[in-house]
């Protein structure tokens, strides 16, 4: 994070650095996060990332509201989000969380499934999120601080299988760490 800052100083405004908020997200510093947001404010990728902010920083209804402006495209996984949001039955949040799970499993890229798996954990869809978790560290995706910090996976802390994801996570970032030097 300090490079993202550091950037920013140098080039105010400069719209390339947006992607810096996923990572104050998953620290919890969610108002910094949206600083990074509004450097492409109105963007398709600003209003994909909003609704999760503003979870994270626990304005459930200001989320609700920005959830409507998601594009119904299935990448965004805009049902996910209303059914997770507007009171529906809990089979249909069920049924929703494992298409997500598939569809995220059919994507290469591990930080999606990171993200997702954060609002199925908010959700309370914890063994689809552990699940989705678990194959993005195992693809090279450590996030071991955002595991510890991020306040969507809080409702993950203490569950059966956590500590071990938190192992893996930890294992993953040293190896990273190793081959780099």
Request: hydrophobic share 40%; net charge negative.
């Amino acid at each position: 994070m300090h490079e993202c800052e550091t950037a920013l100083a140098l080039s105010p405004g400069d719209f390339t650095y947006r992607s810096c908020a996923w990572g104050l997200l998953q620290l919890g510093k969610t108002d910094r996060a949206m600083d990074f947001v509004r450097l492409d404010n109105g963007s398709e990728w600003a209003t994909f990332i909003t609704p999760q902010i503003l979870l994270a920083a626990g304005r459930i209804s200001d989320a609700r509201d920005s959830v409507r402006a998601l594009p119904a495209s299935p990448r965004y996984h805009r049902d996910l989000l209303e059914a997770c949001l507007q009171p529906r039955p809990s089979s249909e949040l069920s049924r929703i969380a494992h298409e997500t799970e598939t569809a995220l499993l059919e994507e290469a890229d591990p930080e999606r499934r990171f993200n997702q798996a954060a609002i199925l954990a908010f959700c309370g869809q914890n063994e689809v999120a552990l699940r989705l978790l678990k194959t993005a560290v195992a693809h090279n995706y450590c996030g071991y601080s955002a595991l510890q910090s991020d306040p969507l996976l809080t409702k993950l802390h203490g569950t059966s299988g956590f500590e071990q994801l938190l192992s893996a996570a930890s294992e993953c970032q040293k190896k990273f760490l190793a081959s780099q030097n």
